[in-house]
């Protein structure tokens, strides 16, 4: 019986042109200045320690900016890019310039999921400050409150079994107690071989249906509960 729902952010609860097209650019054309104004600030030495530790050598400020505009364009999936982008957004949602997209069908079904009393939980590689930062200013106000809690790179890779495992230990509950949504193929065999219950969310606009693929498929979460109970 599934107790809790995990749920991805990109191509699941928001556009991946959102992201892609709004808040990567964004965070791209502040990083230089931002880490300029704020070199001295702890968590910001601690992000350029962390490129500098990748890289393997000491760098300037113009390199490690040069280096993580790099990752960006790459869609690079590291703690300390992740971490910087969530400082740059949180001065963006504050001020008002970025609002966090959700589909229609994403904000009723989350809300109709904790009515029943469901936990809901994200794993997203954005880090868990700019999950809550785009929650909390979301087109919806702020939805926090929906969510039990966040996970993010920290607890491993979305792409590898063990992040799974470790997340129904954090949740405090069996891996097939827990349902996982996400737009990712690769995520969903991982939190399969995992125990969880996973459904590939496949928005036309974001992403397409893999043919033969051995796990549900559906085009949005009003389909969800057409393959599992809830």
């Known amino acids: 019986m599934v107790k809790a729902i995990l749920l991805d952010i990109e191509g699941t609860l928001s556009s991946i042109s959102y992201v892609k097209d709004v808040m990567f650019p964004y965070s791209k054309k502040k990083l230089k200045q931002f880490l300029e104004e704020n070199r001295e600030n702890e968590k910001v030495k601690q992000i350029i320690k962390q490129v500098e530790d990748i890289e393997g050598k000491k760098l300037s400020l113009e390199e490690v900016a040069q280096i993580l505009e790099k990752w960006i364009d790459e ?55 700019a999950q809550k930062l785009y929650f909390s200013h979301s087109e919806y106000g702020n939805i926090l409150d929906l969510f039990s809690g966040h996970f993010d790179t920290k607890i491993g890779n979305k792409k590898e079994q063990k992040s799974y495992e470790k997340i129904a230990k954090e949740i405090g509950l069996k891996p097939e107690e827990i349902l996982f949504l996400t737009d990712n193929p690769d995520e969903v065999k991982s939190a399969e071989k995992a125990g969880m219950k996973a459904i590939r969310i496949v928005r036309p606009e974001d992403s397409e249906y893999i043919q033969d693929f051995p796990y549900p498929q559906v085009k949005n979460l009003e389909e969800v509960e057409n393959v599992v109970k809830l």
């Open 75 to 129: 869609d690079k999936k590291v703690t300390p890019l992740k971490e910087l982008q969530g400082l740059i957004w949180k001065e963006g949602f504050e001020s008002g310039e970025l609002k966090g997209h959700l589909y229609e069908d994403a904000y009723k079904k989350l809300k109709e999921w904790k009515d029943k009393g469901y936990q809901l939980y994200i794993y997203s590689s954005g880090s868990v400050g």
